[in-house]
């Protein structure tokens, strides 16, 4: 049946793989979504000062068979000018479980390797590839440059009331700022978004 898949274990925000979303094909076999010829949304959300949830990003999943997903998603780079529709094809393969049953497995679309979870946000920036293939790293990087680099730019943006999410449109002027002092975050912030965009390959 489609559904939907909520991301609340954003990895936006909770992992330390910076800005990468991923797909887990075990989240969606244990919500019985793997049916062929059905679509679902996948969305990733992010906590607002720990109440609301605001949509980060989202994706279609058109389960083309047993052995096939389609993933129809728009992806910019952060600070990036042009938005691009994609839709890419993962092939999915089974293995018998040891209790009985079987397992879903996902094959990279860069390597052919076996993974349960691609991600999109690495050095592929525009494509879902595995972790290595995306080359991204854990807890090297969570002191690192990028890093930090990344939560400037996004505390900046939440100064003007936005998500926090890189991958959405610059945030408006708030009507209680005055322009001047928007001008100069929203300079700082483009600094900080390129430098950290430009760190991504
Ligand atoms: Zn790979």
Not at 15 to 41: H, K, M, N, S, Y
Not at 140 to 152: A, E, H, N, T, V
Request: some cysteine.
């Amino acid at each position: 049946m489609p559904g939907l898949c909520d991301y609340r274990d954003n990895p936006w925000s909770l992992t330390p793989v910076e800005c990468a979303f991923d797909i887990d094909v075990r989240r969606w076999q244990r919500r019985g979504l793997l049916i062929p010829e059905t679509t679902f949304l996948a969305m990733w959300l992010t906590d607002r000062a720990g109440t609301a949830s605001d949509r980060t990003a989202s994706l279609k999943v058109r389960v083309v068979s047993a052995n096939e997903v389609g993933l129809i998603y728009r992806v910019r780079m952060p600070g990036g000018p042009r938005w691009q529709q994609m839709d890419q094809r993962v092939s999915i393969v089974w293995h018998p479980c040891r209790y009985g049953g079987q397992r879903p497995w996902l094959l990279c679309p860069a390597c052919a390797r076996k993974v349960a979870v691609l991600y999109l946000g690495g050095a592929s920036a525009l494509s879902f590839s595995c972790r290595r293939c995306a080359k991204l790293k854990y807890d090297s990087q969570r002191s690192g440059p990028r890093l930090r680099l990344m939560r400037k730019a996004q505390k900046l943006r939440r100064q003007l009331g936005g998500s926090g999410s890189l991958w959405k449109p610059f945030p408006e002027k708030p009507s209680t700022m005055q322009w001047k002092k928007y001008e100069r975050v929203k300079e700082m912030a483009r600094k900080a978004e390129e430098e950290w965009a430009s760190r991504l390959t």
